[in-house]
């Protein structure tokens, strides 16, 4: 499996820190002579940002749930937050002044969508906390999709009956809201479970989760941006749990892992899907489709959990391509089957499912068994062909996948040539690519028994490259 991210959980790793503060993304304790300054991204639509102090970058390219821990002389400063977005970035919070004193932890948090985001800031007087039996929580409703909330926390294991407890750990907590004063809780197994205010039918449950012994834990409920998200019934909140500068998720124990499928081997039949060794409602899938659905979103829902995914020929359970698979509660996943059949095999992508309103979101997955390296160009859509422009990608190799490429919204045009030639074998003319859409593009084979467009090379679009069916 190639994975974007080394642990699905932890996500602030990527984080660069610029050396303005003397920054520290552990969680371990900084010297008393130091003030700690956490920065927190939880605006659900932004680009990743960089924190600048003083008018210099502290922190580049902190994305959504992610954070980071800073430990600066006591003093005055300035901090703003830039956007980070095509063509050009811009402030979007602040600058706006702070006074950090020592051994007091600062935490500013990115809220809201862009179109309002703003900073939400608390400060914390005690942020050393140490114990072999409790652990210390702050708890924050940043999800400004939710209303007011009641947070349950029960013990592990016990029902669902929310109307038969003494009442919720906290009631009517309104958006942009964190505990004025750290609750210190025992050590343990715990059922986090939240409704609407004054409701006893939860909108959000964890299941069974584990508060450790001296963790000094801030956990917000953010708006769902996982996989399944747009699943009926589906929980509109999940929780980032940020302990120092480490991010973990929570997300909703019944939302599954997503799981699709794109056939892209030219020469291979129709296929089904067999998941455990039985056989899903993936069937029939031809070359060139993706199942069940192509929509950003579309997937199959599967349990999380070490899972084995094989694609056999349509109405065989042998099948040629097989893969375990750990799949993560709230993840995406595309698997497709690449190659020719006698070299058939399976790639398996994590997707991204959240939208960024200040860009399009634009994937290429090299597919093409027969192509061999190639060159990748994306060019206005008012340019008629390659011209002497520079490839965007330059020889990209079979089984290839780029990261998620940040695109100003536009039309454009997209040609694909064998490595150094300069000479398109793929052409897609006239694309829309919108700011807060996500597309993917996958460059295949053909197959000359097929029908057109499948007679030649082509591309496999999906995404936002579908339109959603109107419910």
Do not use: W
């Not at 996989?227 to 500068?245: E, M, Q, R, T, W």
């Not at 056999?312 to 893969?323: F, L, S």
């Amino acid at each position: 499996m190639t994975s974007k991210y080394a642990l699905p959980l932890v996500v602030a790793s990527s984080i660069m820190l610029a050396g303005c503060f003397d920054g520290s993304s552990s969680s371990s304790g900084p010297a008393s002579i130091t003030a700690q300054v956490r920065v927190i991204h939880a605006s659900p639509d932004a680009p990743p940002v960089n924190i600048l102090v003083n008018g210099e970058a502290a922190v580049e390219g902190a994305d959504y749930k992610q954070a980071v821990l800073l430990t600066p002389e006591p003093g005055d400063y300035e901090i703003a937050v830039e956007g980070i977005v095509p063509g050009g970035n811009s402030i979007v919070i602040g600058p706006a002044d702070f006074s950090f004193e020592a051994e007091n932890r600062y935490n500013v948090v990115a809220i809201g969508p862009v179109s309002s985001i703003s900073p939400l800031v608390f400060v914390e007087d005690e942020p050393d906390f140490s114990s072999t039996s409790e652990v210390r929580l702050m708890i924050g409703h940043l999800a400004p999709n939710a209303p007011n909330v009641d947070i349950y926390v029960t013990a592990a294991g016990e029902g669902n009956d929310l109307s038969a407890e003494d009442g919720p750990l906290l009631a009517d907590v309104p958006y942009e809201t964190v505990t004025e004063e750290p609750l210190i809780v025992p050590a343990g197994e715990y059922r986090i479970q939240i409704t609407a205010a004054g409701a006893f039918d939860p909108v959000f449950d964890s299941g069974d989760v584990t508060l450790p012994a001296g963790g000094d834990l801030f956990i917000g409920a953010v708006q769902n941006t996982g996989a399944n998200f747009s699943k009926d019934g589906a929980s509109p909140i999940s929780l980032i749990v940020v302990d120092g500068a480490d991010v973990s998720e929570i997300y909703d124990a019944n939302q599954g892992a997503g799981v699709r499928v794109v056939h892209a081997s030219s020469d291979a039949p129709d296929v089904d899907v067999l998941v455990d060794g039985g056989v899903t409602p993936l069937t029939n899938i031809a070359f060139g489709d993706v199942s069940p659905s192509g929509i950003l979103d579309g997937y199959a829902v599967l349990p999380g959990g070490e899972t084995t995914l094989g694609v056999a020929a349509t109405g065989t359970t042998d099948p040629v391509i097989e893969t375990v698979e750990d799949l993560a509660n709230g993840k995406g996943y595309t698997v497709l089957a690449v190659g020719q059949l006698e070299n058939i095999e399976g790639l398996v992508e994590e997707d991204e499912v959240r939208r960024i309103s200040t860009q399009a979101s634009l994937r290429i997955i090299h597919a093409s068994a027969l192509a061999g390296n190639v060159d990748v160009y994306l060019v206005p859509g008012s340019q008629d062909g390659i011209g002497n422009s520079e490839p965007t990608l330059a020889d990209v190799p079979f089984k290839a996948v780029t990261d998620y490429l940040p695109v100003a919204g536009g039309t454009y045009n997209v040609y694909i040539a064998t490595a150094g030639t300069g000479t398109p074998a793929i052409t897609a003319e006239n694309i829309e690519l919108n700011d807060g859409q996500i597309y993917t593009a996958v460059a295949r084979d053909a197959d000359p028994d097929a029908m057109p467009p499948l007679d030649t090379l082509g591309l496999i679009l999906f995404d936002d490259f579908i339109a959603a069916e109107p419910n």
